[in-house]
């Protein structure tokens, strides 16, 4: 950072609107459904749009893939990653979505072969090389600090004087705690011109599985009330707090580390344990859903849709469409 800030080191731009989402710890924090409304926001105004993303967890991290072209979602998660595969879910293929560690190489080859006009950098805030003109920051208020400790002492990717660069902060999941006030006290003594955002992530959907991949239409009617959870997401507490209050009676929960890939034992483990706690049915998230393809179920399995919202949206919206 020193090095940058110097301008020792260089950062380049790609030549249109580009905006960085990230975090300052590991760990989940909100920023996929975050960077999906942005890119929603952009299409809205009539942007072409491409995430970059480094696809963390795929089989070979160096290639460069590419997860949508617009149309259609060309790459599964073993290949592209889970959150990027995700995301393409989310937007229906309609944005570019490159994963490539080599972000300012992928983003100028997109732009030439896509015609792109914004772009979005998903964690994206410590990696410098590429300009932005907006840095938005997420804060879990879950869990806003990690464990106090930069790593690999603790789960800080930097000091919270990082905040300095961003431009927005936007608290996460603040419904689920009653601390946001004294947060956004925190955050502004770092960073005292810093717009500060608090978002809330709900479930706004419960689809089966097999039409969330697009391998059959939605036929079913209803859902069940007892459902079993299963996730490997990085903060599977906010998982089931939301489930609850969505209002599920989650009858047990099946929790992996983040981005874990599911081999059949898993699947059978989950629906033995499901079985025993009396649930009707499993439940899970985006991330894994879309790592769960080829595998089978002998009992209905759901995905929780989720859906971001912002306490002030117009006068976010207006940052991400003026930067």
Same mark, same amino acid.
């Given at each position: ?23 300052? *710890? ?5 920023? *996929? ?19 970059? *993303? ?53 983003? +100028? ?133 939301? +489930? ?47 790592? +769960? ?31």
């Amino acid at each position: 950072n020193l090095l940058y800030d110097r301008d020792v080191v260089k950062s380049y731009s790609l030549g249109v609107r580009t905006i960085s989402v990230g975090n300052l *710890t590991t760990g989940g924090t909100g920023k *996929t459904p975050l960077v999906a409304m942005i890119a929603e926001i952009l299409i809205e105004r009539g942007e072409k749009v491409c995430i970059l *993303t480094r696809g963390y967890g795929r089989d070979d991290p160096r290639k460069r893939v590419l997860v949508s072209d617009g149309n259609d979602i060309l790459a599964d998660a073993r290949t592209g990653g889970d959150e990027p595969v995700e995301l393409a879910h989310k937007l229906d293929g309609r944005v570019v979505i490159v994963a490539d560690p080599e972000r300012v190489s992928a983003g +100028l080859w997109a732009k030439k072969t896509f015609g792109i006009t914004a772009f979005i950098l998903d964690d994206g805030f410590q990696h410098r090389r590429v300009k932005r003109d907006l840095d938005i920051v997420c804060v879990d208020a879950t869990n806003p600090c990690g464990n106090g400790r930069i790593l690999p002492a603790g789960t800080l990717r930097e000091s919270f004087n990082g905040l300095k660069r961003a431009d927005a902060i936007v608290i996460t999941r603040a419904d689920q705690s009653d601390k946001v006030t004294d947060i956004r006290q925190r955050l502004l003594m770092r960073n005292g011109s810093v717009t500060v955002f608090e978002a809330s992530t709900r479930i706004r959907d419960l689809v089966p599985i097999e039409a969330f991949l697009g391998e059959t239409q939605i036929t079913q009617s209803g859902r069940p009330e007892n459902m079993y959870a299963f996730a490997g997401v990085g903060n599977p507490d906010s998982f089931i707090t939301s +489930l609850k209050n969505s209002g599920i009676v989650v009858t047990g929960s099946c929790l992996f580390p983040d981005h874990h890939l599911y081999a059949r034992a898993d699947i059978e483990r989950i629906e033995s344990r499901a079985q025993q706690s009396g649930a009707e049915a499993l439940v899970t998230t985006a991330k894994d859903a879309v790592k +769960l393809q080829d595998q089978k179920f002998s009992i209905p399995c759901y995905v929780a849709v989720a859906e971001t919202t912002i306490n002030d949206l117009p006068s976010f919206r207006d940052l991400v469409v003026s930067s």
